[in-house]
């Protein structure tokens, strides 16, 4: 029976996008990295480049993707991300607010093989005052595990953000904390005692904050409390009006597909009366589009 790496060889010298596909979707993320380890040993050649030599477009781009680590993954969509002619702060805002302390480390450590200087300094000369502050400040403090907040810490907490106008959030170090530190569990208490002190959603006072902080807050709070929904949001803009955001679309599904793909689903029918296999299905075509949907459909 050939090995993995000899069908993938195969597929590549064909050009056969079906039989890649069906190799990707046999083997989990770990298993796709001893592939490439093996292929590149075994064929001399870098399989990251023969992908480049063989594929093309979106497809081309999906594919070599899915055969870096997350770290890796990410770490890449953060040099893009700070490196392009308009910045993208939305994917910078998701990687650092949205990835585990430990991945976070190893993101730091790859940035740093990929620009001169590292993660940090790159964030302080490229971001605008406050929100390289706040960002920073993120990478720099451990984040809570706490699965069962205290009651009284999280009220005393909502206190501190029903006392300071939102306008003001991302100027107050202590507040921008509150946010960085707590676990899911602690920031979904903090926002039910902020409704119960308020009577307003914690959503709803964001939303009266400039763009750059709103989408600051938004990212931080949904990453760290609803992936999920904050997924299912985050696909919707890639897809929505006329022509797509491949680069969004395509970390959304990499990095969620085999995590809580079933419930972004649903949130994604909820929100926006369609299903995402639907929407995926109208805005991509051929190849590209059967490994997108396959991705969607793998926890089914």
């Known amino acids: 029976m050939n090995s993995p790496e000899d069908m993938l060889h195969e597929a590549l010298e064909t050009k056969n996008d079906e039989a890649i596909i069906q190799i990707i979707m046999s083997y989990s993320r770990k298993e796709r990295l001893s592939i490439k380890e093996n292929y590149n040993l075994k064929f001399e050649k870098s399989l990251e480049d023969e992908i480049s030599d063989k594929l093309g477009g979106e497809f081309k781009k999906t594919v070599i993707k899915l055969f870096l680590s997350r770290a890796e993954f990410d770490a890449r969509e953060l040099y893009r991300a700070l490196k392009a002619f308009n910045i993208d702060d939305d994917a910078i805002y998701e990687i650092i607010m949205g990835r585990p302390e ?10 740093s093989t990929l620009d001169k200087n590292s993660l940090e300094n790159t964030l302080y000369k490229k971001l605008d005052k406050k929100i390289r502050q706040a960002l920073i400040t993120f990478l720099k403090t451990p984040r809570s595990i706490n699965t069962q907040p205290n009651d009284r810490d999280c009220s005393r907490k909502a206190d501190l953000l029903v006392s300071v106008l939102p306008e003001k959030w991302l100027s107050d170090e202590e507040i921008i904390r509150i946010f960085a530190i707590s676990s899911p569990q602690e920031l979904v208490l903090i926002a039910r005692f902020y409704l119960e002190k308020t009577g307003t959603h914690i959503q709803k006072a964001i939303a009266k904050i400039s763009k750059i902080q709103r989408n600051f807050i938004t990212a931080l709070y949904y990453n760290v409390a609803a992936p999920a929904e904050y997924t ?4 919707y803009e890639s897809l929505k009006g006329i022509g797509t955001d491949d680069n969004l679309l395509q970390r959304e599904i990499i990095t969620r597909y085999d995590a809580d793909m079933p419930l972004t689903k649903k949130f994604y029918t909820t929100l926006y009366k369609n299903t995402l296999e639907d929407d995926v299905e109208d805005d991509t075509s051929g190849a590209y589009r059967h490994l997108l949907i396959s991705l969607v459909k793998y926890l089914d």
């Open 102 to 111: 430990k991945i976070l480390k190893e993101i730091e450590t790859i940035y």
């Open 232 to 235: 299912a949001y985050k696909l």
